[in-house]
């Protein structure tokens, strides 16, 4: 994975009219930390860093280009996106280092057409890996070209790139290829659900019916 060189502003003033002011500004308040450090309040440019972001997926590398400091480099750990408007509220970065190792999550890509008359059910989206900081895959692929029904993948049986560990429970089920439902499976729920089948009171439940309904009765 190759990093981007990006500036980076640090920040003095904290708060949300602070957090307001800075993405008026056109950046995005970020935090770095990490390595037992003291965090470190950033700015980052709105327009590159979102770029990076697309190129690099969630877990984008950086070499934070900061003022009177040495280069830094950052992985992306937290990106918080607006929930109604198009851009990024705030970042998390984590200090790494050329040489060690990180656990990430990978996104799971299911690619290929199962067998005729299948369905893919796919049970998990991610899985925790560790892998070396500069060399983080994209993702995980898990190809159903031609795959019967009945063919479960988990998470020990997914292919990852040499010198990445899986971290995920390994008997996570990740992927399955059952049968398609037929059209008379279809109509046969929605006769079930339509028939408004209604349970009878079991024999205990009448006795204890009538019972209060007794004591009902007494007390009047």
């Known amino acids: 994975m190759a990093q981007t060189r990006i500036p980076a502003e640090t920040r003095t003033e904290f708060g949300k009219g602070?957090?307001?002011?800075?993405?008026?500004?056109?950046?995005?308040?970020?935090?770095?930390?990490?390595?037992?450090?003291?965090?470190?309040?950033?700015?980052?440019?709105?327009?590159?860093?979102?770029?990076?972001?697309?190129?690099q997926g969630r877990?984008?590398?950086?070499?934070?280009?900061?003022?009177g400091s040495k280069p830094q480099l950052a992985l992306t750990k937290t990106v918080v996106v607006h929930p109604l408007r198009p851009y990024?509220?705030?970042?998390?970065?984590?200090?790494?280092?050329?040489?060690?190792?990180?656990?990430?999550?990978l996104d799971v890509v299911v690619t290929g057409d199962a067998a005729p008359g299948s369905l893919v059910s796919q049970d998990l989206n991610t899985v925790v890996v560790e892998a070396d900081a500069l060399n983080?895959?994209?993702?995980?692929?898990?190809?159903?070209?031609g795959a019967e029904?009945?063919?479960?993948?988990?998470?020990?049986?997914?292919?990852?790139?040499?010198?990445?560990?899986?971290?995920?429970?390994?008997?996570?089920?990740?992927?399955?290829?059952?049968?398609?439902?037929?059209?008379?499976?279809?109509?046969?729920e929605i006769d079930t659900e339509g028939a408004g089948v209604v349970e009878e009171p079991s024999d205990e439940e009448q006795a204890a019916e009538?019972?209060?309904?007794?004591?009902?009765?007494?007390?009047?």
Do not use: C, M
């Not at 950046?27 to 979102?50: C, M, N, Q, R």
């Not at 877990?59 to 003022?67: F, G, I, K, Q, Y």
């Open 149 to 188: 029904i009945g063919t479960h993948y988990y998470a020990r049986d997914l292919d990852l790139p040499r010198g990445v560990e899986l971290r995920t429970d390994p008997d996570y089920l990740v992927v399955q290829v059952i049968a398609a439902p037929t059209e008379a499976d279809l109509e046969a």
């Open 59 to 67: 877990n984008a590398v950086l070499e934070l280009d900061v003022a």
């Open 88 to 105: 990024i509220e705030h970042v998390d970065l984590l200090v790494i280092k050329r040489g060690e190792k990180v656990e990430v999550e």
């Open 210 to 220: 009538s019972s209060e309904g007794s004591e009902s009765g007494s007390e009047q």
């Open 136 to 145: 983080i895959p994209d993702q995980v692929e898990v190809s159903l070209e």
């Open 18 to 55: 602070a957090a307001r002011r800075t993405r008026r500004a056109g950046k995005i308040p970020a935090v770095l930390y990490g390595h037992g450090t003291d965090p470190v309040h950033l700015s980052l440019p709105s327009l590159e860093f979102a770029a990076v972001v697309r190129e």
